[in-house]
C-alpha cells in the first residue's frame, strides 16, 4: 500500500527469500525500494504504526521496529565497489538487479516484489531458485571472494546449515583464496564475527571439519588444527551439548575452546588478544589449563562429594566442560558428571547468623567453621539442619 503511494518498487531480499523458498522460518526481513529508503521507511512506519523508525540519511536506509518481534531494514537499491580488495564498498544507487549482483551467492541473491503492481514475484536472476533446489553454493562472479573474503566462511555456514555444497567453481576458488591468504586482510573482528555465528549454528562440528578442509582454520593461526585429540573431545562434546546450556556457556567459546586445545601458552595469549577476550576470562582459562592435570588426579582419589567439591569449585564452567569430555577414564567422567549435576547445586545449610545463634563470634575462625561444615553436609546429606548444628557444637 506504502508503494502505491509513492510509485516505487519494493522488495524483500536476501535470507528471507531463500528461507521463504525453503519453508524455514526467518524473522529478519529485509527490504529494498528502488527509490529512496529511508522515506519509504518514514511512510511504512507511520501506516504500520511503529513504535519507533531509526533512519540513516548517510545511506538512505531505514529500520522500522514494529514492536518487540517484528522489525523491518529498508535499503535502498544499492550498487557497492570496492576500490580495493577488502575495502569498506563505496555506495551508490541503482535498481534491484544490481543491487542483488553484489550479494555473496545465488541463494542469497534472490527478491520477491512485494509492490502493488506484481507483488508476488520471484526475481531471479542467477539461477538462485535452481541452486537452492539442487543444494548448491555458488558466488556470482569470479572475484566475489576476492572482493570479502568472509563470503568463504559465510558459504561454509550456509552449507552446513542446509546440507548444500559448494559448486565445484565456488569450491576452486575458495580454496584458492585462502591459499592466497585473503582471509589474512581481514579485521580480527570481522574473522571473529563469522566464527562466532558458525559455531552457533545447529551443526558446530561438521561446520568445524568443513573450515578445516577449506584451510580457514590454519589461517586464524597456523597451530590450529584438527588432532586426534581434538576429534575426540568434539565427539564426547556432541555426547554432552546439553551440558552447555546447563553450564550457562556460550556454544561457539565451548567449540573454539575445543579447537585450541592443543596450542601452548603464548599461541593462546596471542589468540585470546586478536579475539579480545577478557582478561578475567584468560586468566581463568589459562588457571584451569595449569591445574588440569593436578586437578585430575585429585579426582582419582576423590571419593568423597566435598573432596570433588574441592577440586573442581575453582574451575570456570568452560574448563570444567573442557575436563568432562577430554578425561580418559569413565570413572573421573562420572565424577565430574556428579559435580554439574548434583555437588555445584546444594547449598549450604548453616549459615553465618545460625554461628551467632550458637554463641559464637565473627572471627577469623568463622568462615573455617562454615567451610567444615559445609563439607560435613556434602558428604552426609541425609542429615538435616539440626545434625549439622549438633556436629558444630
Ligand atoms: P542468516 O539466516 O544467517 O541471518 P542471512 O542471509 O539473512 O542469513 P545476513 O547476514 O542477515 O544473512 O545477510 C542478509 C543478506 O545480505 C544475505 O542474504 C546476502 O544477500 C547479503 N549479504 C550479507 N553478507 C554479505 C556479504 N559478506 N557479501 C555479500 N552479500 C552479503
Not at 8 to 17: A, D, M, N, Q
Request: hydrophobic share 40%.
Amino acid at each position: 500500500e506504502v508503494s502505491e503511494v509513492r510509485k516505487e518498487k519494493v522488495y524483500i531480499v536476501g535470507g528471507i527469500v531463500r528461507d521463504l523458498l525453503l519453508g524455514i522460518e526467518n524473522f529478519d526481513l529485509d527490504i529494498v525500494v528502488e527509490g529512496n529508503g529511508m522515506n519509504f521507511a518514514k511512510e511504512l512506519g507511520e501506516k504500520l504504526n511503529a513504535k519507533k523508525v531509526v533512519l540513516h540519511s548517510k545511506f538512505r536506509t531505514g529500520v522500522v521496529i514494529v514492536d518487540e518481534k517484528l522489525k523491518i531494514d529498508v535499503a535502498s537499491s544499492r550498487v557497492e565497489y570496492y576500490e580495493y580488495p577488502t575495502s569498506l564498498p563505496v555506495v551508490e544507487y541503482g535498481n534491484i538487479k544490481q543491487d542483488l549482483y553484489r550479494r555473496d551467492f545465488t541463494i542469497n541473491a534472490m527478491a520477491i516484489e512485494i509492490d502493488y503492481n506484481k507483488f508476488g514475484r520471484l526475481i531471479d536472476y542467477f539461477k538462485g531458485y535452481s541452486d537452492l533446489k539442487n543444494g548448491k553454493i555458488r558466488i556470482l562472479h569470479n572475484f566475489s571472494f576476492v572482493e570479502d573474503p568472509t563470503r568463504i566462511i559465510r558459504g561454509i555456514r550456509f552449507a552446513v546449515r542446509y546440507n548444500f555444497e559448494f559448486d565445484a567453481e565456488t569450491k576452486r576458488f575458495a580454496k584458492l583464496s585462502v591459499e592466497e591468504g585473503f582471509l589474512k586482510r581481514l579485521t580480527w573482528k570481522r574473522v571473529k564475527y563469522e566464527i562466532e555465528l558458525i559455531l552457533n549454528e545447529k551443526n558446530p562440528k561438521k561446520a568445524i571439519y568443513m573450515l578445516e578442509e577449506y584451510g580457514v582454520l590454519k589461517a586464524i593461526h597456523k597451530s590450529i588444527k584438527l588432532t586426534k585429540k581434538t576429534e575426540v573431545a568434539f565427539k564426547n562434546l556432541e555426547k554432552y551439548k546439553e551440558y552447555i546450556t546447563k553450564l550457562n556457556l556460550k556454544q561457539w567459546i565451548v567449540y573454539f575452546l575445543v579447537l585450541l586445545e592443543d596450542l601452548n601458552s603464548e599461541e593462546l595469549t596471542n589468540i585470546f588478544f586478536k579475539f579480545h577476550f577478557p582478561n578475567k576470562f584468560i586468566e581463568k582459562y589459562k588457571f584451569g589449563k595449569i591445574k588440569r592435570e593436578k586437578i585430575i588426579d585429585e579426582l582419582k582419589s576423590s571419593e568423597k562429594k566435598s573432596k570433588i567439591y574441592n577440586s573442581l569449585k575453582k574451575l570456570s564452567g568452560d574448563l570444567i566442560l573442557l575436563l568432562l569430555i577430554t578425561v580418559d577414564s569413565e570413572k573421573e567422567e562420572n565424577k565430574i558428571l556428579e559435580y554439574i549435576n548434583e555437588i555445584r547445586n546444594i547449598k549450604p545449610l548453616i549459615m553465618g547468623k545460625d554461628l551467632i545463634k550458637l554463641g559464637y563470634k565473627p572471627n577469623e575462625n568463622f568462615k573455617n567453621i562454615l567451610n567444615i561444615s559445609f563439607m560435613y553436609q556434602l558428604d552426609n546429606q541425609e542429615l538435616c539442619k539440626e545434625e549439622l548444628l549438633q556436629y558444630i557444637k
